[in-house]
């Protein structure tokens, strides 16, 4: 069990007034089997109020507007929470692929919404290949999803500016390279052609232990959000995998929401008037309190 | 279980194999028409044109859901209506309230618990992938709810007398306006048709959904409504127009709204007002770009909905059903909601994203019809590539046999049969169910009405004395509705106002000196001082227009006149002042939008025809300055006479005044302090001739004759400038505009800027003119004193007042007031830059 306290914070400086600033956050921690939020905060610069609600994903979702003439936008969301280990039964991690597709047949109804194709991830051909090679009928679920997790982690290059917001699935399996977002756009694309379901989630990774005396490497995630896949298991499991850091998801990712795709959850989507933007910078601090 | 015979009487099926109304129907109506002379029947018709024309309904899109289409042509209106006896009716409006029952169920279990997809009971990817199933409003409402209030549907009856549901509209009903409409259109033009025959009047649906709307808040007097729209083309608009004002609702557009505090606004002359119920005529994803991740819409709209504080009707979300393949599970959806069998059946729908049922339809072709599965029309040829390389797109219904109706044909007095659809449109809500007795009638050139967007129009009678209803709670006491008048309207008029003026003035001028080039063009110095004083009051320096007299005449004149490329020529003026009235249709008189869309449209053709001759272009000048002259008199007169003279007007009128103080203020200011014009150093005996340079302004003002009525004096320096500036009864002066715009200002109770009118008043008043002349000259690089000095204060005073009433009307953010003079121009932007 980690605990952690989670300082996000996105300025927004315009070349002059604006108004009318209109956003939608997910920035609010998921309580899930393995994370328990303690604490939760977000404070916006000017002041204003937030309203709450939860999304078709069942992800927390605050709504603020700053009407009056501003010049500067901070947004402070502040968290403390809990993770543990998530553990997954064996069993189910040891069924063939062909076997799994048949478990998730039959409950079509729970995941039809991570089986579809969505603008950022699209299915189908540009993906068979990948499915021949690394998920064919026989082979066994878990020790595939890992070796593709792998895969990507090894075939794909991080390279930061070479991907945007709107980067499809199909545009990074071209290009092999990107962040964490477009490695999970591609990892989603293959599951889902593979007729596997499987989720973006988006979320916080510890990327440094300051412990010198921790043998825990350095990961990925830089300074600002991370993403990650989530594969449904047999018995309605979320497995998570990271490709960008070739992990299984543990206890050194805090998830904030999860969708079909980026679209489903950015940490925050917004609207304003007035004078173009001149920087907008996001900053992401993850503390652990000593490690138990 | 399906057969219809263990149902109960309700809900048996019946056929009416009689064509519609045909023992007392169609056949005497031929009759009666068949008595008008030949002459008589042309003048009808051409009447019904030009009752079409006039209100601006001749082009119309068809699918107004589907903004990929626009399919626009002239709608004709067949003078023989559609009669459904009482009995039929009774059995359809049975048909279509089982069927909307059905459907309100519908979307209140897809929008929460989806239990029929959960069941099995409706294949999941027809809602799933449907681009109009909008995960945006899963349980966005708290409460059970209707989700449509009002809703149509199209109605086809095949040869046997069977009725069949063939499309719904649960998002947007389009049309009803027309329908509305055609039903006024035939009784103004035709009468005697309805004499002897007990037709339902349909006049008051519009109000009936009114009292509707209102049922859904606590305090349905206090509530505020508007019709929310964005008029994509010209026939929504109609529709959504028509709509508003019958139901004396203000139409908005998105950009006339704003969310604070949660709560939805619409921006008015008099602040923001809270709206409470939205009638939604766009599209659910154009409600709000923060939740469906666009560009159109009010942020934060659909918060307001989540919270409570806002009702939208119908639901965002309810175009699920409008689609072609929802049809097929139509019947499976009511049955499994009512546990009933279906009154009326949906038209039959056969899949083609299925390989297996696409080669079963293939094989038999012949007996199916094809459609685009968002009834997008298409072409025979689009079809047969569709079915090859996109079958997904396709729906396929079988080959009916459709009972036609007569249309009469003028030319031959004869009728031709064709196949028509019937759209009903229902008021509905949890407890109360309303059926407009009529409805509007489509006459398709054959059996394949999925594809076409071509039709003739008839009106539709249903027979039978009217079951009064008394829901209709009208208040004892009417109380007077709250008129709000939106900023953006507000500011469109005022516009107006000020372009007209400025084009009507810098006509007059110009008119004035081409006359004076004419009588004598070796003297063009004579003309200068009064194109320097053209210069000021068209935002040029003052020597710009007479050095291009100078170098060629006819230039100047098309420069100011026709170049559509000068932001002060007239043309420009007037295509700013249409383009402004466009977004008015439904507030001024169509004949007055006519005049200036016809004006506009003139200029631009002589605009376009101009050659470099310039006797030739000084022809087309003449031309364009005669039609300016008396069009935009013939617009001001129009709208004297139709509009209502309530705040509106008022924009109107101060746009108008303060153009004209701007413009007399400029011309009395140049030519005064022109040495050639006031000769200051001469002595009292040559200033006692006439100036012949102020009588030519004056001229230009349309006011020499009143000037000598009143002075019976030549035109001296002195009293001129008196009669311009001080004399509150002439409608040039300054003086003039300066009361009008207090007494406007007054009425809005707008403190700021009546008090800036009643100084500028004083000041006028308090102004000894005699003192002040002879006017001293200024010399060079420095700034002037005395008279000059009064003149260009009062200047800077109207131009602080325009901002100020920019400020106070039209901008609603009281701490951006200067820097965000026009909200249009700013984009909403979307700031989400994460990695």
């Known amino acids: 069990m980690k605990h952690y306290s989670i300082e996000h914070l996105t300025s927004y400086r315009y070349q002059g007034p604006v108004s009318d600033s209109f956003g939608h956050l997910r920035v609010f921690p998921r309580t899930t089997p393995f994370q328990s939020l303690i604490s939760h905060a977000t404070d916006i610069q000017p002041t204003t109020d937030l309203h709450q609600y939860e999304d078709y994903f069942g992800n927390q979702v605050q709504f603020f507007s700053v009407p009056n003439r501003h010049s500067t936008l901070e947004i402070l969301a502040k968290s403390e ?163 960008t850091n070739n992990l299984e998801v543990g206890d050194r990712h805090i998830s904030m929401a999860t969708g079909r795709d980026y679209n489903d959850v950015p940490p925050l989507r917004g609207t304003y008037r007035g004078a173009k933007l001149e920087s907008l910078e996001v900053k992401v601090k993850v503390k652990r309190f000593g490690s138990s | 279980m399906n057969t ?43 009447a019904t044109e030009n009752v079409v024309r006039g209100l601006g309904m001749n082009e119309f899109s068809s699918a107004p859901e589907s903004p990929q289409f626009h399919g626009e042509q002239m709608l004709s209106l067949d003078p023989i209506p559609l009669i459904i006896e009482s009995e039929e009716w009774g059995y359809i409006r049975q048909g279509l309230q089982q069927r909307m029952q059905g459907f309100q169920k519908f979307f209140q279990d897809i929008y929460d618990q989806r239990k029929i997809l959960r069941e099995g009971f409706l294949p999941m990817h027809l809602v799933m992938d449907n681009p109009e199933f909008y995960r945006e409003c899963v349980r966005l409402f708290s409460q059970e709810k209707s989700f449509f209030r009002w809703a149509a549907c199209d109605l086809a009856k095949d040869h046997q007398g069977n009725w069949h549901v063939v499309r719904d509209h649960f998002s947007i009903p389009p049309m009803l306006s027309y329908a509305l409409q055609n039903r006024r259109t035939q009784n103004q033009i035709f009468p005697e048709l309805f ?76 602040g923001l007002r809270p709206i409470h119920i939205a009638l939604r005529c766009i599209s659910s994803n154009h409600l709000d770009p923060l939740t469906f991740n666009g560009l159109d819409g009010t942020p934060g709209l659909i918060d307001c909905l989540r919270v409570g504080n806002l009702q939208v009707v119908n639901a965002p979300g309810t175009g699920i059903i409008g689609q072609r393949p929802l049809l097929k599970h139509a019947d499976a959806i009511i049955r499994y909601y009512t546990r009933e069998v279906p009154i009326l059946p949906s038209l039959a729908t056969h899949l083609c994203h299925d390989p297996d049922e696409l080669e079963n339809l293939l094989a038999k072709k012949e007996k199916y019809t094809f459609a685009h599965h968002l009834n997008i029309p298409l072409s025979d040829a689009k079809i047969q590539e569709a079915l090859k390389s996109d ?94 008048l939106g900023s953006r309207l507000a500011e469109s008029l005022f516009w107006i106002g000020r372009y007209l003026e400025r084009a009507e003035a810098t006509a007059r001028f110009l008119y004035i000196l081409d006359e004076v080039h004419r009588d004598d063009p070796n003297r063009i110095q004579k003309s200068f001082p009064l194109w320097q004083a053209l210069s000021l009051m068209t935002g040029h320096k003052a020597d710009y227009l007479p050095r291009l007299y100078r170098k060629d005449h006819s230039k100047v004149f098309w420069y100011l006149t026709l170049d559509p490329k000068n932001t002060s020529s007239i043309l420009y003026s007037i295509r700013q002042a249409k383009i402004n009235a466009s977004d008015l249709l439904d507030y001024i008189p169509p004949e007055a939008w006519t005049i200036l869309n016809r004006l506009n449209q003139k200029l631009t053709d002589l605009s376009k025809e101009h050659t470099a001759e310039s006797e030739t272009s000084l022809f087309s000048i003449r031309k364009a300055l005669d039609h300016v002259l008396n069009q935009t008199s013939a617009f001001n007169g129009m709208l004297f006479r139709t ?99 207090h007494s406007l200002f007054s009425r809005d109770h707008a403190v700021t800027l009546q008090s800036q009118t009643f100084h500028l008043i ?61 909200e249009e121009s700013a984009q909403a932007s979307d700031i989400v830059k994460e990695s």
């Open chain 1, 81 to 243: 929470v809990m993770v543990n280990t998530p553990s997954i039964p064996t069993e189910v991690l040891e069924v063939s692929i062909a076997e799994a597709r048949q478990i998730y047949r039959s409950r079509e109804y729970e995941h039809y919404d991570y089986l579809r194709p969505t603008q950022l991830v699209p299915v189908g051909n540009p993906f068979q290949n990948y499915i021949k090679k690394h998920l064919p009928n026989t082979a066994t679920l878990g020790e595939s999803l890992i070796e593709f997790n792998r895969f990507i982690h090894q075939q794909f290059e991080y390279q930061s500016g070479k991907t945007d917001v709107s980067t499809t699935a199909v545009k990074v399996a071209r290009l092999k390279k990107g962040v964490c977002q477009d490695f999970s756009h591609f990892m989603l694309g293959v599951l889902r052609s593979a007729q596997i379901p499987a989720r973006y989630v988006s979320g916080y990774i510890e990327t440094a232990v300051e412990n010198p005396a921790s043998d825990l490497p350095d990961l990925i995630g830089s300074a600002a959000t991370h993403a990650w896949v989530e594969v449904l298991l047999p018995g309605q499991h979320w497995w998570g995998l990271d490709p």
């Open chain 2, 4 to 46: 219809s015979d263990h149902q109960p009487e309700l809900f048996r099926r019946r056929s009416f194999p009689s064509l519609p109304g045909s023992s007392q129907g169609a056949d005497s109506i031929l009759k009666r028409l068949k008595r008008f002379s030949e002459k008589q029947l042309r003048l009808r018709f051409e």
């Open chain 2, 195 to 270: 004499e002897d025959r007990l037709v339902q009047s349909i006049g008051s649906f519009p109000l009936e959904l009114l009292e509707n709307l209102k049922a859904l808040v606590s305090n349905p007097e206090e509530a505020q409504i508007v019709v929310l729209s964005n008029a994509s083309t010209q026939s929504s608009e109609f529709d959504h127009s028509y709509l508003a004002r019958k139901m004396g609702l203000p139409l908005v557009q998105p950009r006339d709204l704003a969310v604070r505090k949660a709560m939805l606004h619409y921006k008015t002359i008099h």
């Open chain 2, 391 to 484: 079958s997904t797109s396709l729906v396929a219904h079988p080959r009916i046999e459709w009972q036609r109706l007569p249309v009469f044909q003028p030319e031959t007095g004869e009728t031709k049969a064709l196949p028509f659809t019937l759209r009903c449109f229902a008021s509905v809500s949890q407890n109360s169910f309303h059926l407009m007795p009529g409805g509007l009638t489509q006459v398709w050139k054959n059996d394949d009405f999925y594809n076409q967007s071509q039709f003739i129009a008839k009106d539709t009678w249903v027979i039978g004395s009217e079951t009064r209803r008394a829901s209709l709670s009208v208040p004892s006491t009417p109380k007077q509705a709250r008129q709000l």
């Open chain 2, 643 to 741: 509009m209502t003279h309530d705040r509106g007007r008022d924009f109107l009128n101060l746009g108008t005044y303060l153009e004209r103080s701007h413009l007399t203020l400029s011309s009395i200011f140049s030519l005064y302090s022109d040495k050639n014009v006031v000769r200051v150093d001469s002595n009292p005996e040559e200033t006692d001739v006439e100036n012949e340079f102020l009588a030519l302004l004056m001229r230009g003002f349309c006011t020499l004759d009143n000037y000598r009525r009143q002075f019976q004096f030549r035109s001296l320096p002195l009293p001129v400038a008196e009669f311009l500036l001080k004399d509150k009864h002439v409608p040039v002066s300054l003086q003039f505009c300066f009361e009008r715009l």
């Open chain 2, 762 to 822: 004083q000041r006028l008043d308090g102004m000894e003119l005699a003192d002040l002349f002879p006017i001293r000259p200024t010399p060079e690089n420095e700034e002037p004193v005395g008279f000059l000095k009064e003149l260009q204060e009062i200047r800077t005073k109207i131009e602080n007042l325009s901002e100020l009433v920019n400020d106070h009307f039209f901008v609603h953010q009281a701490e951006t007031q200067l820097l965000f003079m026009n």
